[in-house]
């Protein structure tokens, strides 16, 4: 079982940059590639990035590649996703995910677990 909380989101101008945090319970949080993913009102949930448990393997969409960076501390429980030159279009509720096959999906499906979301929002 894997319980997982994020944190970071807020408000901030498009532009402008946001980090956010998801804290993961469990001692075998590193066995489990993780990823984010986000929905923002009337739409379909969206895969945002992936990382698989040991770090060395990630990938995101076109839509935010070179904008957003995933990155996790084995440590710490804890995966993170950078995310600079924020627009309007990203604003959305960002989930956190764990899938134990290790090496991550883009497939919303194939997680297991998921946190309660943090609030992203891109002003004009």
């Known amino acids: 079982q894997v319980q997982l909380a994020e944190s970071g989101g807020g408000l901030v101008q498009a532009g402008g940059s946001l980090l956010l945090s998801c804290a993961a319970s469990?001692?075998?949080?590193?066995?489990?590639?993780m990823g984010w993913f986000r929905q923002a009102p009337g739409k379909e949930r969206e895969f945002v990035a992936a990382?698989?448990?040991?770090?060395?393997?990630?990938y995101s969409p076109d839509s935010v590649k070179g904008r957003f960076t995933i990155s996790r501390d084995n440590g710490k429980n804890t995966v993170y996703l950078q995310m600079n030159s924020l627009k309007p279009e990203d604003t959305a509720v960002y989930y956190c995910?764990?899938?134990?096959?290790?090496?991550?999906?883009?497939?919303?499906?194939?997680?297991?677990?998921w946190g309660q979301g943090t609030q992203v929002t891109v002003s004009s």
């Open positions: 469990g001692r075998t949080f590193s066995s489990y590639a």
């Open positions: 995910a764990a899938n134990s096959n290790g090496y991550g999906s883009r497939r919303s499906a194939e997680y297991e677990y």
């Open positions: 990382i698989s448990w040991s770090g060395a393997i990630t």
